[in-house]
T-cell receptor, first 112, second 116 residues
Framework: DQQVKQNSPSLSVQEGRISILNCDYT??????FLWYKKYPAEGPTFLIS?????DKNEDGRFTVFLNKSAKHLSLHIVPSQPGDSAVYFC???????????FGQGTTLQVKP | GAGVSQTPSNKVTEKGKYVELRCDPI?????LYWYRQSLGQGPEFLIY????????DSGLPNDRFFAVRPEGSVSTLKIQRTERGDSAVYLC??????????????FGQGTRLTVV
């Protein structure tokens, strides 16, 4: 049972345009959501998070949107840069344990 | 170093052998997590320590897997009688998370385990 799903395995965008990565979840007990970025042969790196009491969180070029009624969150990157090319993982946690449930990941390619 | 350190970075072992994977968390982080990542998948939760105790080991696949954190800092993931299906990248993460506080976890670079 996949509680966190990223239905797009890959995404390709042009440099300077917006990248939108999507994530859906099924467990209504999740109250904290995170995005991680991963380069090959490295561990995941934290990017941005959002609590369930908010619907938007912004940090520089990165914005995460949360739609609790739809159990959906998205990551917007604008403008996209070639260095943003990586695998992006959506993750969720509940009960304040910090235990993360990850999606399968989306590979983003930003073309110069 | 300032980050989470995992050793070894790569481990090749024969089927049936015993392996130990080590994790040095960020100093002062009370929470420590082990995850396993197979090719094309996201990290899969294995076990979570709060201090010295395993607060949640529900992700350990079977009794061949065991983890310890005796002094509340370094942790070792132990796998007995390894099988080819155990081949994966094993990730360790730590966070300053205390009960009631959601915060991000910081990951190490992982140990790539290959069972031949």
């Amino acid at each position: 049972d996949q509680q966190v799903k990223q239905n797009s395995p890959s995404l390709s965008v042009q440099e300077g345009r917006i990248s939108i990565l999507n994530c859906d979840y099924t467990n209504s007990m999740f109250d904290y959501f995170l995005w991680y970025k991963k380069y090959p042969a490295e561990g995941p790196t934290f990017l941005i998070s959002i609590s369930s009491i908010k619907d938007k969180n912004e940090d520089g070029r990165f914005t995460v949107f949360l739609n609790k009624s739809a159990k959906h969150l998205s990551l917007h990157i604008v403008p996209s840069q070639p260095g943003d090319s990586a695998v992006y993982f959506c993750a969720a946690s509940g009960s304040n344990t910090g235990k993360l449930i990850f999606g399968q990941g989306t590979t983003l390619q930003v073309k110069p | 170093g300032a980050g989470v350190s995992q050793t070894p970075s790569n481990k090749v072992t024969e089927k049936g052998k015993y392996v130990e994977l080590r994790c040095d968390p960020i100093s002062g982080h009370t929470a420590l997590y082990w995850y396993r990542q197979s090719l094309g998948q996201g990290p899969e939760f294995l076990i979570y320590f709060q201090g010295t105790g395993a607060a949640d080991d529900s992700g350990l696949p079977n009794d061949r897997f065991f983890a310890v954190r005796p002094e509340g800092s370094v942790s070792t993931l132990k796998i007995q009688r390894t099988e080819r299906g155990d081949s994966a990248v094993y990730l360790c993460a730590s966070s300053p998370n205390r009960q009631g506080l959601n915060t991000e976890a910081f990951f190490g670079q992982g140990t790539r385990l290959t069972v031949v």
